[in-house]
């Protein structure tokens, strides 16, 4: 079965401490794999897009980076303002269509 | 305007209410897709449509969900007979390109909240 795990579900940091977000995926015929930001009450703002393994996309604090099978979003010294929920995508094609998969997320809580 | 705009961004409705929700993507942006987001969960798939065709309304989840796009540019989904199962967060997002194809990043609304009482 076609399947988007992100883990872990939360996160609480404290300010300056890195850490890794895992998406992980089981499908076939993969198109892209996106990184989401999402915050309370808004629509998903999207960081990243990687196509191929060993791919890797920088942006300020984060860093996405792809394998065969998973995606890490490293996030380096972070800041309060990182707070949000991270979401990964995988956009695959199955059966001739293509399809785009969201993972539940991952909550992230960086302490001052 | 510059990004994708959703309205209402409230909607309240009676159990059995029919309602309408409206999407206006980025200009030029060829794809639209509508997603149905529970809370703490990630966005469901609804519909895709490439300009004013529907290619894949696989993720609508009954037939009183319908959704149109007449003229390539806004989008419609309608809900009709509401049930309280369906109080969610409707998000519309566009993208460049074609699904499968390169600039196939997806740009979301804020999203619609409806509650149904």
């Known amino acids: 079965e076609d399947q988007v795990t992100q883990s872990p579900e939360a996160l609480r940091l404290q300010e300056g401490e890195s850490s890794s977000l895992n998406c992980s995926y089981t499908?076939?015929?993969?198109?892209?794999l996106f990184w989401y930001r999402q915050d309370p009450g808004k629509g998903p703002e999207f960081l990243f897009t990687l196509y191929s393994a060993g791919e890797e996309k920088e942006k300020e604090r984060l860093k996405a980076t792809l394998t065969k099978k998973e995606s890490f979003l490293h996030i380096t010294a972070p800041k309060p303002e990182d707070s949000a929920t991270y979401l990964c995508a995988v956009h695959h094609t199955t059966s001739g269509t293509y399809k785009y998969i969201f993972g539940t997320g991952t909550r992230l809580k960086v302490l001052a | 305007g510059a990004g994708v705009s959703q309205s209402p961004r409230y909607k309240v409705a009676k159990r059995g209410q029919d309602v309408a929700l409206r999407c206006d993507p980025i200009s030029g942006h060829v794809s639209l897709f509508w997603y149905q987001q529970a809370l703490g969960q990630g966005p469901e798939f609804l519909t895709y449509f490439q300009n004013e065709a529907q290619l894949d309304k696989s993720g609508l989840p009954s037939d009183r969900f319908f959704a149109e796009r007449p003229e390539g540019s806004v989008s419609t989904l309608k809900i009709q007979r509401t049930q309280q199962e369906d109080s969610a967060v409707y998000l519309c997002a566009s993208s460049l390109g074609l699904a499968g194809g390169l600039y196939n990043e997806q740009f979301f609304g804020p999203g619609t909240r409806l509650t149904v009482l």
């Open positions: 499908v076939s015929g993969l198109r892209g």
